[in-house]
């Protein structure tokens, strides 16, 4: 059996850290919207909630730090899905306390909550791609590639809190019970699937990675995200004269857009107009790149286990 890479103790940390600040942030919300006997018991509930998830948490995340260096984005996927679940959760309660007491003027916490989750979540991504942590590309070019594709993934992650935070942070009535329920588990959905789809695009790559044939995720988010958000706020500003809703974020989305179908467009020519040759060395170079990184790392093991010269 082959036994697990070493682990990360930084990346453990930091990744824990932000996922228990953030937790322990969003309940003190959830504890602070009750009075009486019943904070006592939200008290109580989320405290024996945090500790169950920080056990789940302290098996995952070391297996998270485990993988950090290799090509692998797994654990990070697992991690992910479980934080935004839970988190996203209490969410839930928390807009649901907003909701039923409008009559409270306290803009500023609601304005803090929209700050919190617009940090914490594309920071925890960001943590878990790790892409200083990947050794294996060591081209400074590719490697500032693949970092411009994730910043796309950090801002697409902006614009959909920027829609779900439409929900409480308005003081007056506005959308209908039915129109708020689809937004925010439209947007619930988006937080889960989105990132791992990007974390498994670098995991499928492995450590040949080509940042410009990582097409699913540019796929999914224009049509998830810059094309149906640009009606989901198009119909709150016509319909519902939502005067919260940001023109900023319509531009950006009008503007990836473009961006995304212009390459799109470009990749598809340079696809046609590439020689059928071409790919077959691209994939011999690639199948030789594999080949002598394996009988590397076998002749390292091989010499790891040689008995030590007899003096």
């Not at 070019?141 to 935070?165: S, T």
């Not at 224009?222 to 198009?234: D, E, K, Q, W």
Request: glycine residues 4%.
């Amino acid at each position: 059996m082959v036994p697990p890479p070493p682990t990360n103790k930084p990346h453990v940390c930091l990744s824990t850290i932000l996922i228990m600040s953030s937790m322990a942030l969003i309940d003190a919300y959830l504890v602070e919207q009750n009075h009486g006997p019943r904070k006592i018991g939200i008290c109580i509930m989320v405290i024996v909630g945090d500790i169950c998830f920080l056990i789940v948490l302290r098996y995952v995340a070391v297996w998270v730090g485990a993988e950090v260096r290799t090509a692998k984005r797994g654990y990070a996927m697992v991690l992910w899905f479980l934080y935004i679940f839970v988190l996203e959760i209490k969410v839930y309660f928390v807009y649901q306390n907003y909701k039923a007491d409008r009559k409270s003027l306290d803009a500023l916490a609601r304005k803090a909550l929209t700050l919190l989750l617009s940090i914490c979540i594309p920071v925890l991504f960001v943590v878990l791609v790790a892409i200083d942590h990947m050794e294996y590309v060591r081209n400074f070019k590719k490697r500032e590639e693949i970092r411009n594709r994730l910043f796309w993934v950090v801002v697409d992650l902006l614009d959909i809190l920027d829609i779900q935070a439409n929900l409480w942070e308005p003081q007056k009535k506005g959308l209908p019970l039915w129109a708020e329920g689809l937004m925010f588990f439209y947007c619930y959905i988006l937080l889960l699937v989105l990132p791992c789809v990007s974390l498994s695009e670098i995991s499928m790559q492995g450590i040949n990675i080509v940042p410009h044939k990582m097409l699913l995720y540019p796929i999914l988010s224009l049509v998830t995200i810059n094309v149906i958000t640009l009606f989901i706020r198009g119909g709150n500003m016509l319909l519902y004269r939502d005067a919260r809703v940001s023109g900023i974020l319509i531009g950006k989305n009008v503007l990836a857009i473009i961006l995304k179908t212009c390459s799109f467009v470009q990749y598809r020519r340079q696809m046609l107009s590439a020689p059928p040759a071409f790919g077959v060395e691209l994939q011999k170079n690639s199948a030789a790149a594999s080949h002598h990184h394996h009988a590397a790392q076998s002749l390292v093991t091989l010499l790891k286990h040689l008995p030590p010269p007899v003096s």
